[in-house]
């Protein structure tokens, strides 16, 4: 009579248990599901984040130019004995010209009695690579040459400004000209200021020259010196083509072809630009006039 009852006793606890044991089995098997469906989500989002940032980079082209000619060596010995006789080259301040360079030549040319002529001839150059955040190095290099010009028109002081579009020099190009006065040994001293601002895919090329009569010789005609800006623009644009095989352009080409108003040398006429994003290089203008002014007192002593 005992055995039957323990024998149902341990049938039912057993019974009992089972659905414990399939729960428990149910509530794991849940868990790993969750577990590998949220490494999923995870590696998923992982691999679109990565697509989006490759996609990005691959929407922002190359800069086309790596590296910059030195400014000191980018004008020809003809051009500088023209435009700054005698002049001594002197280097900007640079912390990677590979980047940022420059140069500046000042000229006093004297005519004996007659008085003298003042020269003052610079030439900058700033490089712009590529980035996904910001742009391609030519729409930084076309925001910049933008601020260059708008910079060249607010120069303090000039007066009867004239701004021309330029072809033959790059993929765009402006001359502003203008007129300033200083103070030489007490006589008003007229300089013919000329900024010629290229671009070149992604560099921008600054010319600055300004010239001026010393001590009784006249001033300088204005279109002979906008010639000679554009001349040197046109030579440092050639420069920098020079360092990108296939690239280069002799600048008797690009002289004859901007002659007749013609398109520039890589087929691209000239273009207004965009707003401007970049600081400006110093103003030159006005370091130009004091220079000659002090070497006019000099000469005049």
């Known amino acids: 009579m005992h055995r039957p009852t323990k024998r149902l006793t341990r049938i039912l606890a057993c019974a009992a248990a089972v659905p414990v044991v399939l729960v428990v089995a149910g509530c794991s098997s849940d868990s790993g599901s969750d577990d590998a469906s949220a490494t999923d989500k995870a590696s998923s989002g992982t691999k679109a984040s990565a697509s989006t940032a490759g996609e990005a980079a691959k929407k922002v082209p190359a800069a086309t130019y790596k590296s910059l000619p030195k400014a000191c060596d980018a004008l020809s010995k003809k051009t500088l004995d023209d435009l700054a006789p005698k002049g001594k080259s002197k280097s900007g301040a640079s912390d990677d010209d590979s980047t940022r360079d ?89 300089s013919k200021q000329q900024t010629v601002v290229s671009r070149i895919d992604n560099v921008v090329v600054t010319v600055n020259y300004n010239g001026s009569g010393l001590a009784g010789e006249k001033t300088p005609d204005a279109d002979e010196l906008s010639k000679d800006a554009e001349k040197a623009a046109r030579e440092v644009v050639a420069s920098v083509k020079d360092t990108v095989p296939g690239k280069s352009a002799s600048p008797s080409a690009s002289a004859s072809k901007s002659s007749d108003g013609s398109k520039s040398s890589d087929g691209s ?33």
């Open 269 to 301: 006429k000239s273009s207004k630009s965009s707003k401007a994003s970049e600081s400006a290089e110093p103003k030159t203008s006005k370091s130009a006039s004091a220079s000659a002014k002090d070497d006019g007192n000099d000469k005049d002593k």
């Open 102 to 190: 420059s140069c500046s030549w000042a000229s006093l040319d004297s005519n004996g009695v007659k008085g003298s002529q003042y020269r003052w001839l610079n030439v900058s150059m700033l490089r712009f690579d590529s980035d996904v955040n910001r742009g391609s190095g030519d729409q930084l290099a076309s925001a910049y040459y933008a601020k260059q010009v708008k910079d060249a028109q607010a120069d303090e002081g000039a007066k009867k400004m004239k701004t021309s579009e330029l072809a033959g020099t790059g993929d765009e190009a402006t001359l502003v000209r203008s007129d300033s006065t200083y103070k030489a040994k007490k006589k008003d001293v007229t």
